[in-house]
């Protein structure tokens, strides 16, 4: 029988000897560990000791349900531990803040595509630290490409581990001692006022409806772009915005001189691995409601006249159908990208703008706008950044104006007066000059 000192809840010991009862029926026991860390009894009775043991066997697999398979860990794979933590995060919980359904996409992406193919069939106890650095590692490109995937990953590992080891299925913690994943350094791009004007200058020449390009041809792109650069929005809110979120007219009784229109932010475009299109929160669950410049009522009015005044603001032309349908018509923040990119290949926009000119540039030239001329805070506020050094290492460019304090400084040079007292040099002490 093996030492009931040392079972790990959810674990028994060898099954007993079979005991010979009065009546020739055979009785087996097994001791085992139960959850409030009491050892104590399982038994059962057959007409044969073979019998006594298949259903002692039975009992206990019913019993190691109840107890949640914990122990089993020598047993549990890698594939099941991480399937077993996705669908524990996908049950809602009143008590815990649930993952948002597009975050569970992207884990379960990692899981399938990322790390079973390459370590799902290992068992638990076999895996180490080492494996699970070299797994991360082997997502990353060779030319540098796949820090995200690599992070997700190890994202995944830590979390499901943790969980793992909560309902008993793991013992040691091999993602506590990972590697840590440092994402290259990259200098934040932005686009200039010349740059900016080049810009609209090639949309106007692709919408326009005289113009040579064939196909359809609307506003829709020019009126996003104004917009994004008006507020600074992540484009997945800009093409969530609905009309009842948008304030162009003063309520009753307002000063009209003292109030400013203003759009509330809240919800963005999700879109799963399977191109499925929905609105969900913001990225980072915040609201904000943010005052509009002159030239953003400005679109904002014009694009009203052109809808019905209900549902989103800017709408798809042609709802899609099947498995990558939508419930509203969405506009596929991708779609944007395509004909932003298509209207810069038009109009010939010189390469070195054309790499730089994406919808999230607009926002990091927003941020950097108003870090330059008012703070670092006002552009996380802007941008519904919780933390602001988020918005100082992703979003706000480095400043390349030269430092001159030059003249300043140049009073230092006689502020150290030497006297020559024999062979030996006397210093005083600095005398700083107003």
Known sequence: ???????????????????????????????????DGKVKPLTAVGKTKGDARARL??????????????????????????????????????????????????????????????????????????????????????????????KRAMTVLISSWKWGIGEGLARGNPTRDLEPIQTPKRDVVILEMHELTILREAIAAWSDPKGARPGPKSNRVANIFELMLATGCRISEILALDYKDVHLNPPAGADPTQWRPWIYIH?????????????????????????????????????LTEGDGTGLVFQAGKPRTGKAAAAEPIVRPENVRRALRSAMRYAEVPEDIRTRAKPHTLRKTVATHLERHLDLKAAAKQLGHLDDKVTRKHYVAIDGAIIDHAELIEKLSASTLTLQTGSSNEVRAPVFLD
């Open 267 to 303: 919800r963005s475009v999700k879109e799963n691995p399977d191109g499925w299109l929905w609105i969900g929160p913001t990225k980072t669950e915040d609201t904000r409601a943010i005052a509009l410049p002159a030239f953003g009522v400005e679109v904002l009015r014009r694009v």
């Open 1 to 35: 029988m093996a030492n009931t000192l040392k079972l790990r809840i959810g674990e028994c010991g060898d099954i007993q000897k079979p005991y010979k009862l009065s009546n020739g029926s055979f009785r087996v026991r097994v001791l085992f560990r139960d959850l």
């Open 57 to 150: 066997k039975e009992k206990w697999e019913e019993k190691s349900k109840a107890l949640g398979h914990r122990g089993a860990s020598d047993g549990v794979t890698l594939e099941e531990l991480l399937l077993g933590w996705i669908d524990h995060e996908d049950k809602p919980r009143p008590h815990k803040k649930q993952l948002s359904e597009n975050t569970r996409y992207k884990y379960r992406a990692a899981i399938h595509n990322d790390i079973i193919p390459r370590a799902g069939e290992l068992r638990l106890s076999e895996i180490t630290t080492g494996m699970l650095n070299s797994l991360l590692d082997d997502l990353v490109d060779a030319d540098g490409t796949g820090y995200t995937r690599a």
